[in-house]
């Protein structure tokens, strides 16, 4: 059913931008937000993205859904540098399914520069949703990560910012540190969970934010919920943070981003 909607939805604008604030540990400012997904669902009020992503991702539509939220955060980010906000990053996620397309790193230039806005502001999340066995239904005849790392290249030649999601859980993981040219590493939430072990917690967060650091890579967190947690962050040398701590994901239009600094006289 919500396979058949999608194309509907998406022309009726049922889709909605959700933006989570971005934090940097070191002084506790908004630098950016990540795009989230949420489907207002004739009948059903707002949907999740863990119900209909993986469908999408079957149905190779999330190519569509994908593009949709990148030109949404370009709207938003237009709309924010006209009314003299501060520099100011959005990070849009991507499916791995959408990576592998023909044509993805032509589509993602057409969409940000119709907005003309300076590359730096999107940072482009290398989605790990679904897995490359996964990806490969979707798309036969697939091959390796090279074309990704490829596209992701050169995208970051062109001023995009490129990060790894979900480091640490499910597809994601230290063998293709060194492969993808990333600059963000995203720590996923679960290392914040395992409170169960909690002196080894640190040292395994601790180690992967120094050899992120010696790759030349920034370190964020997500899913940061109590201030004990932030400090402890902070502490192992995590660079930025997002989670409920800090702010839950808020419709686009809601979200209170910091203007430019007033000219000091
Ligand atoms: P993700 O990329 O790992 O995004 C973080 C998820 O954690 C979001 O769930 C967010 O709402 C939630 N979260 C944020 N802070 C906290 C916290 O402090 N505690 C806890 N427990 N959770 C927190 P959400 O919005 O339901 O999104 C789920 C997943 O759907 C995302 O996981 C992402 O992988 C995917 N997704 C969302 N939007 C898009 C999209 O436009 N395209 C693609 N391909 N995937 C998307
Ligand atoms: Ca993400
Ligand atoms: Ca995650």
């Given at each position: ?5 999608m ?8 889709f909605r931008l ?6 940097r ?7 950016g937000?990540e795009a989230?997904v949420?489907?207002?669902y004739p009948?059903?009020g707002?949907?999740?993205p ?9 149905s ?11 030109e949404q955060a370009?709207?938003y ?19 791995r399914?959408?990576?592998y397309t ?12 119709k907005y ?7 940072e482009l999340v ?17 091959r390796?990560?090279?074309?990704v790392?490829?596209k992701l290249t050169?995208l ?8 790894m999601?979900d ?8 063998n293709l540190?060194?492969k993808l040219p990333?600059?963000?590493?995203k720590l ?5 969970r395992e409170?169960s072990?909690?002196?080894r917690?640190k040292?395994v967060?601790?180690?992967?934010v120094?050899l992120?650091?010696d790759?030349g890579?920034?370190v964020?967190?997500e899913?940061v919920e109590?201030?004990?947690?932030m400090?402890?962050l ?27 600094q007033?000219?000091?006289v």
């Amino acid at each position: 059913q919500m396979n058949n909607r999608m194309a509907r939805a998406l022309e009726g604008g049922e889709f909605r931008l959700y933006l989570q604030p971005k934090y940097r540990l070191d002084n506790l400012e908004m630098y950016g937000a990540e795009a989230l997904v949420r489907w207002d669902y004739p009948g059903r009020g707002l949907v999740y993205p863990d119900e209909f992503i993986p469908l999408f991702e079957g149905s190779g539509s999330i190519v569509k859904l994908d593009f949709y939220m990148l030109e949404q955060a370009c709207i938003y980010l237009r709309q924010h540098i006209d009314s003299g906000g501060a520099d100011f990053v959005v990070s849009v996620n991507f499916s791995r399914v959408t990576l592998y397309t023909q044509g993805f790193f032509a589509a993602v230039l057409d969409i940000v520069d119709k907005y003309r806005l300076p590359h730096r502001c999107v940072e482009l999340v290398e989605g790990t949703n679904a897995s490359i066995a996964d990806t490969r239904k979707t798309l036969p005849g697939l091959r390796p990560m090279e074309p990704v790392v490829d596209k992701l290249t050169a995208l970051q030649q062109k001023g995009f910012s490129v990060s790894m999601d979900d480091f640490g859980a499910g597809y994601s993981s230290l063998n293709l540190l060194d492969k993808l040219p990333i600059q963000v590493l995203k720590l996923d939430k679960e290392f914040l969970r395992e409170n169960s072990r909690e002196e080894r917690v640190k040292h395994v967060i601790a180690h992967v934010v120094e050899l992120a650091h010696d790759l030349g890579i920034a370190v964020v967190c997500e899913g940061v919920e109590t201030r004990e947690q932030m400090e402890f962050l902070r502490a192992a040398g995590c660079d930025r943070a997002q989670g409920y701590y800090f702010s839950r994901p808020v419709p686009s239009e809601a979200l209170q981003v910091p203007k430019k600094q007033a000219e000091k006289v």
